[in-house]
């Protein structure tokens, strides 16, 4: 069954158009109703990212929230992987991040965790859609049973002495240069205060949020001004998170971008070296690369697909007892530490085997080339283009052109009537007849 409002990681769209005040104090009715659960004092923490609508938003939680007796902690701006960190760690029963990831600033989203960090799985979901679009009214507090709100001091310090804890016993970051891009978002005070008390020689970019400016022209969407940053001041590798820190990628000395993918192949090296895998093999979705999945072979390791979306990494991860997953886009999850994506510890992981190994990050975060690898997409009006005969035709033609050399991944869009066509491949010239192919008859058939 689809669902209304939950989409695959929470609650998004345009400020004040589609995430208004209204649907946030349902929305905190609704998730409050749903984890009230036994006799004890209930409460919830929230944060925020930097965007403009995040004062809205939170407010207007709150007061869902408080009219149905829970307790609210405010976090004020955090990353996303802090509040699930801190809403086990509070112990409340549910934890709020108010963001919309690396989206522009006019965006926002909702986003909840279950005591135990994790986000929601869909049948929880839609229960809280069914408390969304209900009448509420018999439901509510009576006046004596009313929430309380209040700020939470000191969070960021226990955030920053968790991801500092993930190092390696007895290392620091002391010698290396690094530039960190913040996305003036989540992360702005946050990953530098960690970075320097490790050590390291800190320069910080995307560090002045103003509202509008989370994500734009910076952070992991937009690496370009990091990496001429780091060419510019000649450090020793840039860290690039996005508007929530929940996904980073890094750029070397020489100003290259490593992308998720290598940033997998960095940790799952290390972590088989040291007996730290929990399965032999790292879980992603059907974008990661097929020289990924060739580079973990000769490691004798296994690479599991999923499909796209961080949630279905970490649902696979967790059914079947992987400690290390992620996106090419930068969502590494590392489950001995974070129940989500987390940019900072992803880097920080990513830096202890700089140390250990003592080499330029060219030379460590390089750890297999690329094949290439071509996205198209079609749109389309309406209809089923992917039923047409001569779609599916020209879909089995490409498959086989490409035959065990490469791979063709045909996925329609979750949010706009969109076909995304990827190809992958020893030969660029094969792989982009494949996509042509592909595209030209979804073409046809969307016409």
Known sequence: MSR?????????????????????????????????????????????????????????????????????????????PAVAMLTRSLRADLGVMISA??????????????????????????????????????????????GRAKRIEGVHARYIEFAKRTL?????????????????????????????ELGAEVVSMGVEPDGFNINKDVGSTAPDALSRKVRELRADIGIALDGDADRVVLVDEKGQVVDGDQLMAVVAKSWRDDNRLTQPGVVATIMSNLGLE?????????????????????????????????EQSGHII????????????????????????????????????????????????????????LVVNAIAASRERLGTHGRLVIRPSGTEPVIRVMAEGDDRVIVEQAVDDVVDALTSAAA
């Open 334 to 389: 590392l489950s001995d530490y974070a129940t989500t994506g987390d940019g900072l510890i992803a880097a920080l992981q990513v830096l202890a085997v700089v140390k250990q190994q003592n080499k330029p990050v060219s030379e460590v975060c390089h750890c297999f080339e690329p094949l290439p690898q071509i996205l198209k997409n079609v749109r389309f009006r309406k209809g089923e283009p992917l039923k047409n005969q």
């Open 101 to 146: 990831s690396h989206n522009p600033f006019q965006d926002n989203g909702i986003k909840l965790f279950g005591p135990d960090g994790f986000k929601l799985n869909d049948d929880t979901e839609r229960e809280i859609e069914a408390l969304i679009d209900a009448d509420l009214a018999a439901k509510l507090s009576e006046p004596r049973d009313l």
């Open 294 to 326: 060739r580079h973990l072979a000769d490691l004798g390791l296994g690479l599991a697909r999923t499909a796209v979306g961080d949630r279905y990494v970490l649902e696979h991860m967790r059914e079947h007892g992987y400690n290390l997953g992620g």
């Open 4 to 80: 209304k409002y939950f989409g695959t990681d929470g609650i998004r769209g345009l400020s004040n158009r589609v995430i208004t005040p209204d649907l946030a104090l349902r929305v905190g009715q609704a998730a409050g109703l749903a984890f009230q659960r036994g006799d004890h004092a209930h409460r919830v923490v929230i944060g925020k990212d930097t965007r403009l609508s995040g004062y809205m938003i939170e407010y207007a939680m709150v007061a869902g929230f408080t009219s149905v007796g829970m307790d609210v902690m405010l976090l004020g701006p955090m990353p996303t």
């Open 168 to 196: 390696p016993r007895n290392m620091d970051l002391s010698g290396l240069r690094i530039v960190v891009d913040c996305a003036n978002g989540a992360a702005y005070k946050v990953a530098p205060e960690a970075l320097w």
